[in-house]
């Protein structure tokens, strides 16, 4: 999404916890989109180290138009085998981690008048077993997004949520998921979501475009969502 948005002029400060993995990164977008990109480091649960991150930012490039709110943990397991802390590890990431960075950055987006994407899934739109943390977590986030976009639009700022489906060549499907062996003819568009495919999405809704969307969830997962299969 940030390449995305990027390759249509967008300077960026990219926001993680491993400074090695993030320098590496800004160095990449940098080199793919000819456009500024610098890393600030920060854990979505330190409100302080957000806040750090934030002036870094605006240090560089004096004021933030678009925020990506998109950290997030993930395992499989079952209510009874997950422990209270690991729910609570990914409602902080996750729910706190999204909450945590809107708080760091609307003062700015009010400024410039600017937009949020926050991004969800599709999982909890039925009960999708071992992924209670992730659907309560996500769940949190689409209401969240709303009450911002309600709130905040009479100051111009807009939010909405980009929700994925499956796509390829992600770290979430290659850990989580077995659609690895899945024949490009079961997906209802006929093959499955590719990265460029959320990139799009989020150009989409930064832009003037979309200057009337707010308080919306996205999905991206070219109809999997609606999608019933007779076994
Ligand atoms: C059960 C687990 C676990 C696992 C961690 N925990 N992994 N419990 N099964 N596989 C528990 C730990 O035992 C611990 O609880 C608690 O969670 C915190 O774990 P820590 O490792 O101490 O925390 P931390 O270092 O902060 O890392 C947590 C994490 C990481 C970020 C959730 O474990 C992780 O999974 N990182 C991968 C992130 C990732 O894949 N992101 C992509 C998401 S994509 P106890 O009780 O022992 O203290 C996505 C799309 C889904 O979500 C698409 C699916 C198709």
């Known amino acids: 999404m940030t390449e995305g948005i990027m390759r249509h002029g967008a300077s960026a400060a990219i926001v993680g916890r491993k400074l090695d993995r993030l320098t590496e990164s800004a160095k990449e977008l940098s080199q793919a989109t000819g456009q500024t990109c610098m890393p ?10 957000l806040k750090e991150a934030v002036a870094k930012t605006i240090e560089k490039f004096g004021r933030i138009d678009f925020v990506i709110c998109g950290a997030a943990g993930n395992f499989l397991a079952t209510i009874d085998g997950m422990s209270e802390n690991a729910f609570k590890t ?4 996750d729910t706190m981690g999204t909450f945590n960075t809107i708080k760091a950055t609307l003062p700015h987006l009010r400024a410039s008048r600017g ?8 999982l909890h739109y ?9 659907s309560a977590a996500k769940a949190g986030i689409d209401a969240l997004s709303a009450v911002l976009a309600v709130e905040e639009g009479p100051r111009g700022v807009r939010s909405n949520v980009v929700a994925p489906g499956p ?8 850990r989580l998921s077995n ?9 209802p568009l006929g093959r499955i979501g ?3 495919d ?9 832009s003037d475009a979309a200057s009337y969307i707010s308080g919306q969830v996205l999905p991206v997962d070219g109809g999997w969502e609606h999608m019933r299969t007779f076994q």
């Open 115 to 122: 937009a949020y994407i926050h991004v969800s899934t599709t």
């Open 194 to 196: 590719h990265l460029q």
């Open 126 to 134: 039925k009960a999708t077993p071992y992924q209670v943390h992730v």
């Open 167 to 174: 796509i390829g060549n992600t770290e979430g499907m290659s």
């Open 179 to 187: 659609q690895a062996g899945r024949k490009d003819n079961s997906y």
């Open 40 to 49: 600030a480091q920060a854990d979505v649960r330190q409100p302080h180290q």
């Open 198 to 206: 959320v990139a799009n999405a989020a150009v989409f809704l930064f």
């Open 90 to 93: 990914v409602m902080e990431i």
